[in-house]
Structure formats: C-alpha cells, structure tokens
T-cell receptor, first 116, second 116 residues
C-alpha cells in the first residue's frame, strides 16, 4: 500500500453535479489536509483536520465540503462547482500539526478535476 | 499573509550541469523544507532544515537554512534527466504565538527541465 492514496485520479464534472474526492492514508498520521494546486501558483491550503477535528478552513467556498470520518480517511464533497475550480486537488497527511512534524507532509498523487 | 519568493521560476539545463535555486521571505521561519513534484504526481519531501545555518545533503542534493532564517537554498549537482520536475520550498513557523504560528507556506515552485 502506498502511503497516501487518492481516488479518483481524474474527474470531469458539470457545474450541477455532486461528486466526492477520497483520500486514505496508511501511515498512522493524525493530521490530514486538502490542498488546491493551480498552474503557476503556490499550493493553497484548503482544510486541515487534526485528530479528526477540523482546525483550519482557509476561506474556502461552501461548495467544497470536507469530511473526516476517522484518522485514516478524508473526503472532499463537491457541489455546484465553477469552471475556475478546475485544478489538481492534493491530499496530505502528517504526524502532528503546528509542530515541526506537521511540516513533514506526505502527499497523495492528486485528483485532477475539470469542471465544464 | 506570509509569502515566499522562489527563484528562478524555471530552468532549462543540460544533463551534468549543477543547479541552484533559492527561496526568500520577509518573515522568519524556524523550519525550511524542499519538496519535489514529478509530472503527474504529488510533491515528495526532499530535505528538511531545522536550524539557522544548517547545511544538509541528500545524495546529489544539498540545502541550506539561511543565517537570517529568511531564506533557503537548494543545489543539485551533476543533474540527470530524472531531476525534471517542480521544486517547491516551504517554510513553517512552529513557535507558538503570532498569526503565522503553525502555517506552512509554499513558494510558487521552480520548474526544472534537463536536456539529455
């Protein structure tokens, strides 16, 4: 098993669709993250869960809804997205948050989202 | 908010050449990190630096934590085709207190192309 697994790898959806991205980590970490990666821009932190509690919501629109049912799984529910939401969505995990250990992120391979 | 200025934005080099890239900030960090993202993959941690002045190597890669704690450098010696990818610097302030506490900030990346 790879450390952090994301599914699906590619997703195309219309603006009225509802879909979900899934992330699973097999590293025993206690913090999980969603990042958005757009071309030629720094990685944008969206959400952080530490010990299954949401501790960061970086002014993300409500059409993105995260869910963390346990320390190994993280979801990003998508609804009524806009074309500008097309990007690579990266999940990451770490042992600890707001500590040096929290800087050692292990990323998944990403889910490439295209909104038509 | 905090910003990292990473340069150069892109590099085109011949196999065998050495590469240097750097990251500067207006704010102090107490942890600096370098990640590499291969095409179609998520970022992978290369080197983590925890102390001002620290010089750390990982194979052909060497990174330094600047004395002022506001910059970091990454050098790649004798580049090979598999060095192709995007290199990201990241900084973390894990000292409690202040609005930047615990926030991992990424640079916008350096795109490296290696010609055989």
């Amino acid at each position: 098993e790879t450390g952090v697994t994301q599914t699906p790898r590619h997703l195309v959806m219309g603006m009225t669709n509802k879909k979900s991205l899934k992330c699973e980590q097999h590293l025993g970490h206690n913090a999980m993250y969603w990042y958005k990666q757009s071309a030629k821009k720094p990685l944008e932190l969206m959400f952080v869960y530490s010990l299954e509690e949401r501790v960061e919501n970086n002014s993300v629109p409500s059409r993105f809804s995260p869910e963390c049912p346990n320390s190994s799984h993280l979801f990003l529910h998508l609804h009524t997205l806009q074309p500008e939401d097309s990007a690579l969505y990266l999940c990451a995990s770490s042992q600890g948050y707001k500590t040096s250990g929290g800087a050692l992120l292990f990323f998944g391979e990403g889910s490439r989202l295209t909104v038509l | 908010g905090q910003q990292l200025n990473q340069s150069p934005q892109s590099m085109f080099i011949q196999e065998g050449e050495d590469v240097s890239m750097n990251c500067t900030s207006s704010s102090i960090f107490n942890t600096w990190l370098w990640y590499k993202q291969d095409p179609g993959e998520g970022p992978v941690l290369l080197i983590a630096l925890y102390k001002a002045g620290e010089l750390t190597s990982n194979g052909r890669l060497t990174a330094q934590f600047g004395i002022t704690r506001k910059d970091s450098f990454l050098n790649i010696s004798a580049s090979i085709p598999s060095d192709v990818g995007i290199y990201f610097c990241a900084g973390l302030n894990s000292n409690a207190g202040g609005t930047s506490y615990g926030k991992l900030t990424f640079g916008q990346g350096t795109i490296l192309t290696v010609h055989p």
